[in-house]
């Protein structure tokens, strides 16, 4: 029996499960695009916590982002990773979004919209988007993401406990409130009236960073849905944990100071990554 989550229901064969999930298709895209996620834990899979990286050692590498002591810098939403919603972020997901709510999003504590939540005001956040290398935000995943990123001053963080915690280092993740604008439906069917749903299946599984958190016990994934646009309006937040979890903080150690980043143990093992290897074969660039 094969258990689909998106209709709770076991089906005998994949070919029956294939059959309910394009009848039932319409519905869920419109459902998916008509609301606000949270983006927060939801049967999460990957469970490996961003760790601290020294990016001084990038500032020459990436074009156009200019690390500044005085300010952090949160990636809220990264792409190319499969979440526990079975939707894959593209490149280019936020680019619009960034230009429409430029200066008009808080960052908040649990998306609550609260005055006693809110970490930083609108105000004094600063959206972009960045292609970075994953091992920026601790992850071991090859090659690089484009991250939905906030930039503000470290002495524009009004909450007292996140001040603390983001000052600390300790394991910390992000979650973007969104809607989905645009997307398709990926699906790995060998039938011809499907040649759709599989040239989107085909062109997008192999971007997934984090495939074998999805797979099945035969090293599979049968479908997902590709999104080329979402929308990021009012907030996004610091959570415990995220549906996506390659988010966080991005950061720069201070070797001078001393005010070295705590090092984060993950909760699962992970193969060690070459940061060296990553800087030659990832391309930067940044877009505002």
């Not at 990016?55 to 156009?64: E, P, T, Y």
């Not at 988010?247 to 993950?266: A, D, F």
Request: charged share 30%; net charge negative; proline share 2%.
């Amino acid at each position: 029996m094969i258990y689909c989550k998106e209709l709770d229901k076991s089906f005998e064969t994949k070919e029956n499960m294939f059959s309910a999930l394009k009848e039932a298709n319409k519905d869920i895209i419109a459902s998916k695009k008509a609301k606000y996620y949270n983006d927060s834990l939801d049967n999460q899979k990957s469970t490996t916590t961003a760790k601290p990286i020294d990016i001084s050692k990038l500032k020459d590498q990436v074009k156009g982002l200019d690390i500044d002591d005085a300010y952090y810098y949160i990636a809220v939403n990264t792409t190319k990773i499969l979440d526990s919603h079975g939707d894959l972020h593209l490149n280019g997901i936020w680019n619009k979004t960034v230009k429409e709510q430029q200066g008009k999003n808080y960052l908040v504590a649990d998306h609550e919209l609260k005055a006693e939540s809110v970490i930083v005001r609108k105000e004094h956040i600063e959206m972009f988007v960045a292609e970075i290398p994953f091992a920026m935000i601790g992850k071991s995943y090859t090659g690089s993401t484009e991250a939905l990123i906030y930039k503000f001053r470290k002495d524009k963080v009004i909450n007292p406990i996140y001040k603390e915690w983001l000052e600390s280092g300790d394991a910390i993740e992000a979650s973007v409130r969104m809607r989905y604008v645009d997307m398709l439906f990926a699906l790995d069917s060998k039938d011809e009236e499907d040649k759709e749903y599989k040239k989107n299946f085909d062109q997008y599984i192999n971007q997934i960073a984090n495939k074998k958190e999805y797979e099945n016990e035969e090293g599979e994934i049968y479908y997902f849905w590709p999104v080329k646009q979402a929308e990021n309006r009012l907030e996004s937040s610091l959570v415990l944990l995220g549906s996506n979890s390659s988010t966080g903080l991005v950061r720069q150690e201070n070797k001078e100071s001393g005010n070295h980043s705590k090092t984060i143990e993950p909760q699962e093992s992970t193969p060690k990554f070459d940061l060296s290897k990553a800087i030659k074969e990832t391309k930067f660039n940044i877009k505002n």
